[in-house]
């Protein structure tokens, strides 16, 4: 049992509760790796910027404007300088 995969059905099982779908990468892969890792690296440099809450209230809250901000404010590259919601709602260039 390698990689987890003692957890993998519970680990589902909550994940399918909170209504997120689980979604499983190949073994090596390392293109779908980087990119979980890479919104990692952008997460933890957002949340650097002040201190840590210390309830999971708090957390979820800090979370809840990192997602505002990373799909409403955010420009990103690859969307050609565009948030995700602006390409979501299909705004133009």
């Known amino acids: ?8 059905k519970r680990f589902a099982t909550k994940l399918l509760e909170q209504g997120t779908t689980p979604v499983k990468g190949k073994v090596r892969c390392p293109s779908f790796n980087g990119k979980a890792e890479r919104f990692f690296r952008t997460l ?8 840590l809450p210390w309830s999971t209230v708090g957390l979820q809250r800090r979370l ?4 505002d901000w990373f799909n409403v404010h955010h420009p990103h590259a690859a969307l050609a300088g565009r948030t995700p919601q602006e390409a979501w ?3 133009d260039e």
């Open 1 to 8: 049992m390698g990689h987890g995969r003692q957890f993998h």
């Open 44 to 51: 933890r440099r957002w949340l650097r910027r002040t201190l």
């Open 64 to 67: 809840d404007a990192y997602d």
């Open 89 to 91: 709602d299909g705004v």
